[in-house]
């Protein structure tokens, strides 16, 4: 979720909105038609095919800003969002993914699926070194899938529950035999979720999480480290032994830490900063930036992430256990104005779970709850809590995410509806890491998050609304408002396995249907990211995975 892999700052812009790019294939029909075909993905479908017709001009060096600054550049260690930002430069995974979320061959240069959809074998690249010299091979893969990422990422490990067997036939193959079919499976082996980590590191290591060889960052990207000065800039070099010739075409990457976001703006407005990621400026700066004529604005990118924000409510804490509570914060927060005004008019309303991107949206089945503040105080009556001599129904604190100007706004204006209908709220600051400990040991009643919805809801709607069976507080932020209702366990374990499309979105219109009238949690809009980036620089939003994505084939105009 957005929590527990790193929830950044939002931001959106532009004069001209851009409508989402549909994703109707890569997550339903494209992984259907991958499972009757037993065939193979040629390697020529690889990230050349997105440059522009524009040939290529080596040399030069990209400046970006990486904010908050990362507690590790190790991709396999953390997977926050300045990390992941950093590490996929220099980690990278068997595929990645194309703005549609199909997959591009990557460390794996072919694939195949059985048609039963049990068996994937992957045909690994030859020619691949780690930074160290050392020859890449399948022991990396089985590795990495069955002792490092299942111990250091709880997603990895929930997907690997579903895998029976991973086995190494030659050095160069990798098969993968599931325990029944799971159609959402290619979408954890791109380099953000699948990285793939050198095993020769790690010989007699048992605990992978605090290992001191997490330290040497050793990968098989087109980046290698050159030089990290804590609270100033992380420094990129090509990696000359590369596996694809003549890439990358980028000398230098410089990641430079800007604290303050006013300070951030100024660097891009004068020419310091090559672009700027979503977050990287508050919202209400980015009209302005985007003026400038040597500037591109686009909202592509994050196609797989497609994340989408929340109130999160403890379902522990009266009186948000009762239904008619959670029904009248619902209507008591105007969300066109959270949209229009504190998130500059960057995002789309959402009554459910999932986004418009996805394939499995069904808007018919779903409550809305339209701004009414009069109908909220009528829900609140019929509760029985009445107000008090100063005008209060009840009292909440909110812990607000931690992540600049707008969120805090955003915090501020939640507390001043809910004030309007008698519900006093109490904002909770802290830091990120206050903010993470709060929220998964239940030590708040509301707490702003958004979660990263990953391309499938068997991938990252799961951990959201499934029961924590015998847990009063789970270990992780993901179902963190213990909410529990086991028609909707069953309706997402029954849907994760099954192959045919149609069911599946019948499957996921029950779910939302239950989770609209339940409201586990309260969704305000769906986040839209923008990017800011100047004209010369090319090919930087390639992908699905947008600025996480590798840089091996992006260029500078000189």
Known sequence: MGAGEGPRLNSRQTRKRNRYRPVATGRGDTMKRMLR????????????GFAHAQAPVNGGTLNLIVQPEPPTINLGVNKLGPVSFVGSKLYEGLITLSP????????????SISPDGLVYTFKLRKNVKWHDGKPFTAEDVLFSFQKFLPATFARTRQVMEKVESITAPDSHTAVFRLKQPFPSFMLIFDATGGTIMPRHMYEGVTEYRTASQNNTIVGTGPFRVKEWRKGAYIHLVRNPDYWSPGKPHLDNIYFHVIPDANGRAIAFETGRIDALRGGDVENFELRRLAIAKDVKLAESGWEFL???GFLNLNLRNKPLDDVRFRQALAHAIDRNFIVRSVFSGFGRLTDGPFTSRSPFKNTAAETRYPFDPARARALLDEMGLKPNADGVR???RLVPLPYGETWQRFAEFIRERLGDVGIKVTLVPTDVPGWYRRITSGDFDLALNFVYLLGDPAIGSNQTYLSFAGMPVPSSAANVGGYSNPRVDELLRTAEHTQDVAERRRLYAELQKILSQDLPVLWTHELV?????RTKVHNLLATGLGMNENFADVWIKR
């Open 37 to 48: 075909l037993f065939g193979t993905w040629l390697a020529a479908a690889t990230l050349g």
């Open 100 to 111: 549609k979320l199909e997959p591009i061959p990557m460390l794996a240069e072919s694939w």
């Open 306 to 308: 497609d994340p989408i």
């Open 394 to 396: 009840a009292e909440l």
């Open 529 to 533: 990211f923008p990017t800011l980036h």
